[in-house]
T-cell receptor, first 112, second 108 residues
């Protein structure tokens, strides 16, 4: 069975640009969560979606947005990129809240 | 509010020695508690999860953790460290609140 897949694996953007990160959950998983992991820190929760509805939001500015599609895949969008947005962005899928979460390998975003 | 604190950002042990990684939590309700491991340039892998069924939780790769409500702790242990255990370990309360991580170094 395929695990959680994220694309792209790496990308470099310029300050002020916009970026879209993609996540495909494990088949059958309806919950997708996004995390930002800055180098040397633990993951910080950004969003959770379940059944295409936002179920949780972390303490991130409105430049961050996400959505979940009917096939339960998800996109994370970040507008007006700042240098501080450089991080590993992780996606996790699960059957639901409190259930075991499976993480993808992440997208490494570098903002220059 | 729910949060976790991991004591010690770096821990170094010799191969074969006991591994002890500390985690204290803050939660106003019975918590879900997790330990994850992250190898370089990879995502997180779940080691074990506490859901109130048992206070001693056994996980993968020989790790276990004990939930102590009186101490609000959920420390991770392994009796004998292996070189392959070198990684970063994260404690989390719920799926949304992670600690800052502890890097485990295993010396030959």
């Amino acid at each position: 069975d395929a695990g959680v897949t994220q694309s792209p694996t790496h990308l470099i953007k310029t300050r002020g640009q916009q970026v879209t990160l993609r996540c495909s959950p494990i088949s059958g998983h309806k919950s997708v969560s996004w995390y930002q992991q800055v180098l040397g820190q633990g993951p910080q929760f950004i969003f959770q979606y379940y059944e295409k509805e936002e179920r949780g939001r972390g303490n991130f500015p409105d430049r961050f947005s996400a959505r979940q599609f009917p096939n339960y895949s998800s996109e994370l969008n970040v507008n007006a990129l700042l240098l501080g947005d450089s991080a590993l962005y992780l996606c996790a899928s699960s059957l639901g809240e409190g259930r075991k979460a499976f993480f993808g390998q992440g997208t490494r975003l570098t903002v220059v | 509010a729910q949060s976790v604190t991991q004591l010690g950002s770096h821990v170094s042990v010799s191969e074969g020695a006991l591994v002890l990684l500390r985690c204290n939590y803050s939660s106003s309700v019975p918590p879900y508690l997790f330990w994850y491991v992250q190898y370089p340039n990879q995502g997180l892998q779940l080691l074990l999860k506490y859901t109130s069924a048992a206070t001693l939780v056994k996980g993968i790769n020989g790790f276990e953790a004990e939930f102590k409500k009186s101490e609000t702790s959920f420390h991770l242990t392994k009796p004998s460290a292996h070189m392959s255990d070198a990684a970063e370990y994260f404690c989390a309360v719920t799926q949304w609140n992670f600690g800052s991580g502890t890097k485990l170094n295993v010396k030959p």
